[in-house]
Nanobody, 115 residues
């Protein structure tokens, strides 16, 4: 079955960096767009960025220029590099794939930006 497992969340100071990973299994990873979403306390889930099977990326305006989505098709893993972090980036970050007409989510990883 499809599994998405995020890792790398942590407490980081404003201006710092963090890299999240999403290990995928149970579907042909190389052929599907992978996305990162986040959900801050009291807010809805929002798209952070995504990457197509061949590496084309798309970002939310709030993170453009600071975050980078990448993937390693040999490792079935997607990444989210986050730089110049701000307190408003504090959220649970989720990995997502839409496969065979269904949505699949990871369990999420907590990112807290605070001094």
């Amino acid at each position: 079955q499809v599994q998405l497992v995020e890792s790398g969340g942590d407490l980081v100071q404003p201006g710092g960096s963090l890299k999240l990973s999403c290990a995928a299994s149970g579907f042909p990873f190389n052929f599907y767009t992978m996305a990162w979403y986040r959900q801050a306390p009291g807010k809805g889930r929002e798209l952070v960025g995504d990457i197509t099977h061949n590496g084309i990326t798309n970002y939310a305006g709030s993170v453009k220029g600071r975050f980078t989505v990448s993937r390693d098709n040999t490792k079935y893993t997607a990444y989210l590099q986050m730089d110049s972090l701000k307190p408003e980036d504090t959220a649970v970050y989720y990995c997502y794939v839409f496969y065979l007409g269904k949505e699949f989510w990871g369990q999420g990883t907590q990112v807290t930006v605070s001094s």
